[in-house]
């Protein structure tokens, strides 16, 4: 694994009060997100960051309010639909998550469909990798990799478990970043997160720009 890569990883939160601070409906707020989102991958993939990897949807989002839900999952659709824009900027599309054909997966089959399309058609790009975290926990994660360890013939070793994570080549997290006050972890990246360095700002997703991008890949150089 080549530690000269700049992998950066994003919590997007706040979205919700976001928009409730403009009197608007918590859709609008994910809404708000999927642009800043978009805008942010422009902007890292213009910079020197190798990985993006942001958390898109938990394990545990699904018990957040139906018509919540349907909006973020449409989110995703219309995120792995900008592939002529993926495509311009030379970004390619991975996903980490619950495997769609293991127990307890939910994932709809138009997700399913939109996120191997998005990965079939940006797999030629060279530039950025845009990991996006879609029914993921970071304890799924790991649990389902201790048990393919233990049930395997190997050896328990760091690397031997972290072959069976659900992107293996996913290079260390330099910097975890956590929008809108919050300074909690929320089960993202547990095992990748091991070194990084951790920007937390006040400022919601909705408007986390690239000046904050650019501080948090300050906080890699210290
Ligand atoms: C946290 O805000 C955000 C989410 C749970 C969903 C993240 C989704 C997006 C940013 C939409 C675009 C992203 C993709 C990958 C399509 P919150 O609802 O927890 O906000 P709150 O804490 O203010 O209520």
């Known amino acids: 694994m080549n530690s000269n890569l700049l992998h950066v990883a994003c919590i997007m939160d706040g979205n919700g009060r976001w928009a409730g601070k403009r009197g608007l409906p918590r859709t609008a707020g994910h ?42 999952l449409g989110l995703h659709k219309k995120l792995f639909g900008r592939i002529k824009e993926l495509n311009e900027n030379n970004v390619r599309i991975n996903w980490i998550g619950r495997p769609f054909d293991e127990p307890g997966s939910r994932t709809p089959l138009y997700v399913q469909r939109a996120i191997r399309k998005a990965i079939d058609d940006t797999s030629k790009n060279t530039g950025m990798v845009l990991t996006v975290a879609f029914d993921y926990g970071s304890r799924s994660e790991l649990t389902r990799a201790a048990v393919k360890l233990v049930t395997s013939d ?44 951790i920007y937390f700002t006040e400022r919601p997703w909705p408007d986390f720009d690239d000046v904050d991008l650019d501080a948090a890949i300050a906080l890699t150089k210290i």
């Open 31 to 72: 809404t708000a997100g999927e642009e800043s989102l978009a805008d942010i991958v422009r902007a890292a993939s213009k910079r020197e960051v190798d990985y993006l990897t942001v958390f898109g949807f938990s394990t545990e989002n699904w018990v957040r309010p139906r018509a919540e839900v349907r909006h973020i």
């Open 154 to 197: 190997q050896e328990l070793t760091p690397t031997n478990l972290q072959s069976w994570l659900y992107d293996a080549s996913l290079p260390p997290v330099d910097v975890l970043v956590r929008t809108s006050g919050e300074s909690r972890i929320s089960n993202f990246l547990l095992w990748q997160i091991k070194s990084a360095k």
